[in-house]
């Protein structure tokens, strides 16, 4: 399942969900918008893991969550808390940062 958030409300998904995965994005971004079905295509098969899309430009309280400077930007938080981020548009990274995600 992906969330796209409609407002600035990603901290209290992060406090409520035991696992997250943020994609932040803007719609002006080109490699946003190709990651965007392969951060899906992930949610697919990491049940125990709630994905969210945040538009990094619309919600800065969200964006500060994670430090974002440059997008597409993955972060992932455990029990509330950031764990880590990667700033990318390779595929083979962002499986990576959920595998570790999932180790831990």
């Known amino acids: 399942m992906v969330l796209e958030l409609d407002q600035d409300n990603l901290q209290e ?7 997250v995965i943020v994609q932040y994005s803007a719609g ?5 918008r190709i990651m965007k079905p392969k951060f899906k ?12 899309i945040a538009d990094a ?6 964006r500060k969550l994670a430090n ?7 972060a992932t938080f455990t029990n509330g808390e950031f764990k880590n ?3 990318t548009n390779k595929y083979d990274v962002l499986k990576e940062l959920i595998s570790e995600a999932s180790s831990n």
């Open 13 to 19: 998904i992060i406090a409520d969900k035991k696992n």
């Open 68 to 74: 974002v400077d440059n997008l597409p930007t993955f």
């Open 57 to 62: 430009e619309k919600f800065p309280e969200s």
């Open 41 to 52: 295509k992930e949610a697919s098969t990491h049940e125990d893991f709630t994905f969210v």
């Open 85 to 87: 981020q990667v700033q």
């Open 28 to 32: 002006w971004c080109g490699n946003c």
